[in-house]
Structure formats: structure tokens, C-alpha cells
T-cell receptor, first 113, second 112 residues
Framework: NAGVTQTPKFRILKIGQSMTLQCTQD?????MYWYRQDPGMGLKLIYY???????DKGEVPNGYNVSRSTTEDFPLRLELAAPSQTSVYFC????????????FGSGTQLSVL | QKEVEQDPGPLSVPEGAIVSLNCTYS??????FMWYRQYSRKGPELLMY????GNKEDGRFTAQVDKSSKYISLFIRDSQPSDSATYLC????????????FGDGTTLTVKP
């Protein structure tokens, strides 16, 4: 059982480039989330989704976009990357009730230079 | 001022010690309280989940919530080198655990 899978694990981008961080879960979870974690800091919610076709902004959505066309996939798009987006990005999901346990992926470490 | 403040650490203890990890918060509307363990280069993993004031025990781990003081703690008994990790507290206004507010984490090292 793979759980939550994120790709890539590491990426270096130049300022102004774009990329998509991939997130897939195989637990049939309705709820999915994207967070960023800056060094020595807690997690900040970027975007979340309560089901296919439904997304909403979190605490720090500027500079990012998401889509949810299937239950399994929740990609995060960075347009015009900036140094301030250098961070570790985590995807997470939970089940039928949103208070159910969160399962996290192992993260994508992104550097924008 | 941050909504959730966590003891910054780092914390280094000998194997077998009792560890106390602490967070304070300012928003009295928080109802659900969580502790996550995060190993280096890994995603957080839920350790404890509590609702309202009181204690909850799970093996060597005890979570304590004092809503009157806006203070939560995680105690680790008989600490092991495998407990070496960063511990994050988190709290939410409602049942949506995914929309929690996280502390900045305390890094713990347990030395053999």
C-alpha cells in the first residue's frame, strides 16, 4: 500500500520557471492538502480539496494553483517561480470525515535560484 | 504574535529520560489538539489526537491539554534513540485536521 506519493523528491528551478508537483494517493481519500514547510517552521496550508472538482485556498495560496480532476491526484502548479517559494512541499490526505488521521507524503524539496 | 508558540529547542536528553514538549496558544476557540513526529526528510506522522482538556496516554506517550491555560504538552517516558525527531504540535478550530495551525517544531535528540 503506497499511501501518499509525491514526485519529484528534489528540484532546482530558475527564477521565472514553472513546474508541477505531483501528488497521488491510493486510499480513496476525499480530502487532500498541500503544505509548505520553511526551515525551522511549521506547516502552512497552501490549497486543499474536499473532492474531485472542488478546491479552495489555504493560508498561503499566492503564486500557486491546483486542480483535482480525479480522487487520486492533486497536483500543485508553480507559475513564475520566485526565491520565496524555496521550501519543502508536503501533500497530505484524509478520509471520509475530515477529522480522520492525516497521511503525509515524504515531501518535495524545491530550491528556486 | 503567532497563534501557536512551541518551545524552540533543540532538546538533547540521555536514553531513558522523561521528555516534556510544550506549546502555548492564543486562540481559545481551538478544540482539537494534535502532536506529530517528523523524522528528517520525511513527512509528519500523527502521534496523538485529543479533544478538550485532560490527558491521553498511548504507550510511552502522554498528551496533556489545559484549555484554561491554553497550554498543551507531550510527555515521552523512557525515551529511546528512535524517538529522535522533530515534534510538531497542531491545533484546529473544528474537526478538519487538515486545516490545523502548526507550531514550528521542537527537535529532540535522545543519546544512547
Amino acid at each position: 500500500n503506497a499511501g501518499v506519493t509525491q514526485t519529484p523528491k528534489f528540484r532546482i528551478l530558475k527564477i521565472g520557471q514553472s513546474m508541477t508537483l505531483q501528488c497521488t494517493q491510493d486510499m480513496n481519500h476525499n480530502y487532500m492538502y498541500w503544505y509548505r514547510q520553511d526551515p525551522g517552521m511549521g506547516l502552512k496550508l497552501i490549497y486543499y480539496s474536499v473532492g474531485a472538482g472542488i478546491t479552495d485556498k489555504g493560508e498561503v495560496p499566492n503564486g500557486y494553483n491546483v486542480s483535482r480532476s480525479t480522487t487520486e491526484d492533486f497536483p500543485l502548479r508553480l507559475e513564475l517561480a520566485a526565491p520565496s517559494q524555496t521550501s519543502v512541499y508536503f501533500c497530505a490526505s484524509n478520509g471520509r470525515g475530515s477529522n480522520e488521521k492525516l497521511f503525509f507524503g515524504s515531501g518535495t524539496q524545491l530550491s528556486v535560484l | 504574535q503567532k497563534e501557536v508558540e512551541q518551545d524552540p529547542g533543540p532538546l538533547s536528553v540521555p536514553e531513558g529520560a522523561i521528555v516534556s514538549l510544550n506549546c502555548t496558544y492564543s486562540n481559545s476557540a481551538f478544540q482539537y489538539f494534535m502532536w506529530y513526529r517528523q523524522y528528517s526528510r520525511k513527512g509528519p506522522e500523527l502521534l496523538m489526537y485529543t479533544y478538550s482538556s485532560g490527558n491521553k496516554e498511548d504507550g510511552r506517550f502522554t498528551a496533556q491539554v489545559d484549555k484554561s491555560s491554553k497550554y498543551i504538552s507531550l510527555f515521552i517516558r523512557d525515551s529511546q534513540p528512535s524517538d529522535s525527531a522533530t515534534y510538531l504540535c497542531a491545533m484546529s478550530l473544528n474537526t478538519n485536521a487538515g486545516k490545523s495551525t502548526f507550531g514550528d517544531g521542537t527537535t529532540l535528540t535522545v543519546k544512547p
